[in-house]
């Protein structure tokens, strides 16, 4: 009887574990460009271009005074929100954490608003009461910025549950980073997401160094796509700093939690470039380790070469995309220093709504 009993047990106990097995995936190998797929290789070349000089202009501006408060820029990591991004359909919503001027371009957010609530104006926007950490739009389905790290990834899983429950066959993108994924709200979520089989992809960018703690002295476990597995969800890695491979990635996610299949997790290997904020000198890292992976895997100059030699551009062409998106950044910056700061009275907006 108890050897009966003993053999249910470990019966039922194996039936479990087989059941919530973790079920790694596959990253599926990037497209080439060709000139077939030209056109689309030319908008994510755009895109990145677009957020990596937005980028470097708002760090000038800061040092410039013009931008106060906390400032993170995305510079090296742009390929992960674009390659991501190309994927979706309307009506999909996302959200990250404060690192967020390229999730907010890369959704449509028009480069004067953001700039402007950059710099605390009342054409941001927040209408300059949020900064760079909390710019919101709802047009665009875009949850925000947020400051308090691991914060975002209970509300994206919010956002995947409203769509379950509307049934509107959207989904939700949570971006967190690797330092994120050490927080306990993060691991409720997942979680939640797998036991309800929430509509999201719960995305870790993992740029190596957190806030200044490389990953291996902060993590036991460093592959972060294996965090859901106690949960069984599934997990891939992907390169972070080819576009081309994060769309591809993007796409099979995508179907998968789309298809009803509950949420994915996907860790983008990729590098930022500057300190963890506008404050931080980034001395935990040597110059020339920056300057091996800006000259080896650099997300844009890998596009762009890749462009070239597929022949569906030529060099005149990229300098002048290069130009417009100059002049769309120079626009930016202008409107947001002639742009007026917000009224005192706007401090006592927004603050509470009555149904």
């Not at 890369?106 to 054409?123: H, P, Q, S, Y």
Request: aromatic share 8%; glycine share 12%.
């Amino acid at each position: 009887m108890a050897k009966a009993a003993k053999s249910k047990a470990a019966s039922s106990k194996s039936g479990a574990t087989s059941k919530s097995s973790p079920r790694k995936r596959k990253a599926p190998p990037p497209s080439a460009v060709t000139k077939a797929n030209g056109d689309e290789a030319l908008g994510y070349y755009r895109e990145m271009l677009l957020i990596r000089r937005f980028e470097e202009k708002a760090g000038q501006m800061y040092g410039m005074g013009l931008i106060g408060g906390f400032c993170h820029l995305y510079i090296g990591q742009e390929a992960v929100v674009i390659g991501m991004q190309a994927a979706l359909e309307e009506g999909d919503t996302l959200l990250t954490s404060y690192r967020d001027h390229g999730h907010m371009l890369a959704c449509g957010m028009d480069a004067k608003g953001v700039m402007a609530e950059l710099t605390g104006r009342i054409g941001g926007y927040s209408k300059g009461k949020g900064g760079s950490m909390h710019m919101f739009s709802r047009e665009k389905n875009f949850y925000g910025g947020h400051g308090i790290v691991g914060a975002q990834v209970p509300i994206g899983a919010g956002l995947a549950f409203s769509h379950k429950y509307k049934g509107n066959g959207r989904i939700a993108l949570t971006y967190f980073g690797d330092g994120s994924a050490n927080q306990g709200q993060v691991y409720e979520s997942f979680n939640m997401a797998a036991l309800w089989q929430l509509p999201v992809i719960f995305i870790v960018e993992n740029n190596q160094y957190a806030m200044g703690t490389a990953v291996g002295r902060a993590s036991a476990q460093t592959e972060l796509y294996r965090r859901g597995e106690s949960m069984g969800i599934p997990g891939v890695q992907v390169d972070g700093m080819d576009v081309m491979a994060v769309k591809a990635a993007a796409d099979d996610a995508v179907a998968h939690v789309r298809g009803g299949k509950g949420p994915l997790l996907m860790e983008m290997k990729t590098y930022r470039y500057r300190g963890h904020s506008m404050s931080d000198p980034a001395k935990y890292r040597t110059k020339e380790e920056v300057q091996r992976v800006r000259a080896e895997r650099d997300p844009i100059d890998h596009l762009r070469q890749a462009i070239l030699k597929s022949g569906c551009a030529d060099e005149t062409a990229l300098k002048a995309l290069d130009r417009e998106v100059k002049d769309t950044v120079t626009a930016a910056a202008e409107f947001a220093q002639n742009s007026p700061e917000p009224d005192p009275s706007e401090l006592y907006t927004d603050i509470l709504v009555e149904v």
